[in-house]
């Protein structure tokens, strides 16, 4: 019964550092989204799985930006080399995957870029 | 290509009064629209769809919204305001999750 968990909650990174931002999506949801979140913003798409296939990826702002869910459950979203525009709040979501089944977002991390 | 305007930025309203925050919506087709909510330091939380049929939908925790083709809005209203609401909100159009557009939202303060 638990939710979209994330994690880590906050991070710092040093500039041209790697992270890595985990999601663990309710159990049995075949779909999972992730966004971000500029302060002051809405969350922006950034890319879609369909189980472990990833179906849209076309909101990566870069190619240091990579998302991975290989076993169709748990997603990692990768960010190589940060820069300081990253700096915002990732936000992960799951859905059944039926169409127009409901978003059931994670807290979000927020990653800060110094 | 669809896009979604949320005018008013911040509101303040007192407790107990009546709320109305505004979405504006720009799709070629029917569109489908959410209402979500989101509280300091949490993920987003649906407050209400709409998919077609009766154009006011209800909500939870007393939200309500209506669906104006005419003038391509989805405003949301709460009749009577509770300090528990402060939160921002933020209005979304998609025709399938994938492509879930997000306004920019409104941070709803509310005096005591």
């Known amino acids: 019964g638990a939710g979209v968990s994330q994690s880590p909650r906050y991070k710092v990174a040093k500039r041209g550092q790697d992270v890595a931002l985990r999601c663990d999506p309710i159990?049995?949801?075949?779909?999972l989204f992730w966004y971000q979140q500029a302060l002051g913003q809405g969350p922006e798409f950034l890319t879609y799985?369909?189980?472990?296939?990833?179906?849209?990826k076309s909101g990566l702002p870069s190619d240091r930006f990579f998302a991975e869910r290989p076993e169709g459950s748990v997603s990692t979203l990768k960010i190589q080399r940060t820069q300081q525009e990253d700096s915002a709040v990732y936000l992960c979501?799951?859905?059944?995957?039926?169409?127009?089944?409901?978003?059931?977002f994670g807290n979000g991390t927020r990653l800060t870029v110094t | 290509a669809q896009s979604v305007t949320q005018p008013d930025i911040h509101i303040t309203v007192s407790e107990g009064a009546s709320l109305e925050l505004r979405c504006n919506y720009s799709?070629?087709?029917?569109?489908?629209l959410f209402w979500y909510v989101q509280s300091p330091g949490q993920g987003l939380q649906l407050l209400l769809k709409?998919?077609?049929?009766?154009?006011l939908v209800q909500g939870i925790k007393g939200f309500e919204a209506e669906f104006k083709r005419s003038q391509s809005s989805f405003n949301l209203r709460k009749p009577s305001v509770h300090w528990s609401d402060a939160a921002e909100y933020f209005c979304?159009?998609?025709?399938?999750?994938?492509?879930?557009?997000f306004g920019a939202g409104t941070r709803l303060t509310v005096k005591p």
């Open positions: 159990s049995g949801h075949v779909s």
């Open positions: 799985f369909q189980n472990e296939a990833q179906l849209d």
């Open positions: 979501a799951s859905s059944l995957g039926e169409v127009h089944s409901p978003l059931h």
């Open positions: 799709y070629g087709a029917t569109p489908y």
């Open positions: 979304a159009v998609a025709p399938n999750n994938n492509d879930m557009r």
């Open positions: 709409y998919f077609s049929g009766d154009t």
